[in-house]
């Protein structure tokens, strides 16, 4: 079974700083990691996706993670926040089979403040 | 390329009543995903849909069931209704079952009253 830990409910940081949304993932076989983004009453819109290629992945506006097995990571970052940045964030997991079920965290909410 | 869409946007239902939610897969895709989002929680995997057939499902009772249609669009089924259906229900197409990405519609929000 695999399995998602997101370690902050609630990030909150000022335009301008560096974003970290921490991730750690369990799983028995070779997972494929993702982050997606959640604006309010909005869809999810996939931030970037890790496949066993490269360990640092980029992904949409700015946004990067890099995938640490030796610490089981997954970690989001960007450098420099911007107000549009603020939205529920998942850190996603997933394993190729019969059907590729995603599992969910439980979300980051991060606040962007003047 | 057209994205996900759903319908309807909203709903509004009482205990015991039935309902059925559509979702129409982005365009050249064949699998489509349902997922539950509670209030305040990460989806919840229901499941999936391959070529018009069941390709998985998760922990969710027999009364969430589903379609799949030859154009690949799809219907979520869920007779019934109990308060704790509340939620957002989320379809996802992605162009195979097993390793694409899967690409997210709006969501229906579904209130049971």
């Known amino acids: 079974a695999q399995s998602v830990t997101q370690l902050d409910s609630h990030v909150s940081v000022s335009e301008g700083t560096p974003v970290l949304l921490r991730c750690n993932y369990s799983?028995?076989?070779?997972?494929?990691l993702f982050w997606y983004v959640q604006h309010p009453n909005k869809g999810l819109q996939l931030l970037l996706k890790?496949?066993?290629?490269?360990?640092l992945v980029k992904g949409i506006n700015g946004f990067e993670a890099e995938f640490k097995k030796s610490e089981t990571s997954f970690h989001l970052t960007k450098p420099s926040a911007h107000m549009s940045d603020a939205a529920e964030y998942f850190c996603?997991?997933?394993?190729?089979?019969?059907?590729?079920?995603?599992?969910f965290g439980t979300g980051t909410r991060l606040q962007v403040t003047l | 390329e057209t994205g996900v869409t759903q319908s309807p946007t909203h709903l509004i239902k009482t205990r015991g009543q039935q309902v059925t939610l559509r979702c129409s897969s982005q365009?050249?895709?064949?699998?489509v995903s349902w997922y539950q989002q509670a209030l305040g929680q990460g989806p919840q995997f229901i499941f999936q849909?391959?070529?018009?057939?069941?390709?998985g499902r998760g922990n969710f009772p027999p009364r969430f069931s589903g379609l799949q249609f030859p154009n690949y669009s799809s219907e979520l089924n869920v007779n019934a209704l109990e308060l704790d259906d509340s939620a957002l229900y989320l379809c996802?197409?992605?162009?195979?079952?097993?390793?694409?990405?899967?690409?997210f519609g709006p969501g229906t929000r579904l209130t049971v009253l």
């Open positions: 996802a197409s992605s162009l195979t079952g097993t390793t694409d990405t899967q690409y």
């Open positions: 799983s028995s076989y070779s997972p494929s």
């Open positions: 890790y496949t066993s290629a490269a360990t």
């Open positions: 996603v997991v997933s394993v190729t089979g019969t059907a590729s079920k995603l599992t």
């Open positions: 365009s050249g895709h064949n699998t």
């Open positions: 849909y391959y070529r018009e057939e069941e390709n």
